[in-house]
DNA sequence: AGTTCGCCTTGACACAGATCAAAACGGGAG
DNA sequence: CTCCCGTTTTGATCTGTGTCAAGGCGAACT
């Protein structure tokens, strides 16, 4: 099933997401042990990275790039399950197979660890599981949080959600600190956009359209997405105004 | 926010839910720990037992019963995020507040566990740790699958999904090895059925008849469901014959 | 036995989004 | 510059599910 061409391997020495995944808050030595156990590896846009039921040979953060997590049925419709930005990890500790398949929606540089080893630092650095249990419990909210989505919202409530959801992961990236004027390139395809949601590529199409004609969002291209008020684009995905996300 | 008649409270020395919830490989001694900050909460159907942003005081297992995890849109749109029968947990270590509201479907018994000592617990006992850490990767696999679900299924296929996911719990449940001719109690409205479904309960209705007709199901009042042929109904729920859970 | 109330079923019709089809756009290769 | 191919837009039509409305059924109470 697997059938990838040869990645290209490239040690590091210096970890760019640190600050947000595994390694936050490790001690010297442990970091040190985490060197040890990884490696960084690239994917063009479109290539999979992980087939759902593979054996899972690491876990990995994002380093750079957008990655998909998707299911597909039988008949091949997909839905896409997870969206993986820079700083988000991949893959389960204890687990031997991957349960979705791993897509690379744009070129992605990925840091990942030997799961054997990385599974040992678990068992032996409480902090780490304990960073991880958090994760994972952000991870279960954010499904959730699809769910409402998915279950009762219309498609261009559904459109607003996604562009809501993504300039917020791209703003917190770069540390803007405000929201107004949020300017960010929108690194899916209107396919992957209509996996994402439930929709046909048409409907997303029509609904972008439609938020680009009522000002909602300014289009430079098809890709680059202006937003000249997130209060408007959060009221438009049916959200509190506040904009909080629901902790 | 919180108006609950006062419930009633009720010690207990046994818990008859361990084997499969946070106490499961406890030695002893964490076992008489469990004991101390443990007590039984009832609740009759249809009572809130959490509202959403509220604090929580405790974590629990539902000992009997049917709970639901809702969340709900200011117009009043309403999406069930999780099912909760004997066995499964509720709420999150460190934190503060819900973020989902609890309901009673039927009448419920749920086993808590004061919050902050059970924080200290797993501090201090890293097998509680990791065995929360699995049962929050197990919530999160479930959550992804009822993401298809919602996404790409439609009415007919959705209800069948409904269907095969309860009965194969009450299976397990009851330790039923074999799946042929399952007859189960359906706990859950109709209107509770469209929550969970992202549809109308009209819609759930005549779906449900429709599966009766074509002899998928047979029913025996308005709740007692019959499963003649567990694989014809995944089949019509769409998923693999197999009937195995994507791991 | 009759009434009431909550839950469920069924029907008629409307509409959002899917489907099918064609054309426009845009970037890379030659 | 032109051609080509994948992506996106737009249009016309179809359909599954929502919406509105009426009626049925069973359990609990008088």
Known sequence: MTQMTAPDFKECSDCPIR???VCA????????????????RSFSAGQTIIWAGDQMQFVASVVSGVATLTQTMEDGRRQMV???????FVGRPRRERASYTVTAASDVVMCCFRRKPFEQ???TTPHIAHRLLEMTLDELDAAREWMLVLGRKNAREKIASLLAIIARR?????????YEGISFDLMLTREAMSDYLGLTLETVSRQMSALKKDG???????????VPDMSRLLEE???????????
Do not use: N
């Open 170 to 178: 791209i703003a917190d990236l770069d540390d803007t600190t405000d």
């Open 25 to 40: 808050r490790c001690e010297a030595d442990e970091l040190a042990r985490l060197e040890e156990i990884k490696y960084y």
């Open 216 to 226: 909602v969002i300014i289009l430079d291209g098809k890709r680059q997405i202006i």
């Open 121 to 123: 630092l678990i068992d």
């Open 19 to 21: 600050h947000r995944a």
């Open 82 to 88: 997870g969206l993986l930005l820079p700083s988000d």
């Open 237 to 247: 995905a049916g959200d509190d105004s506040d904009g909080g996300l629901v902790d």
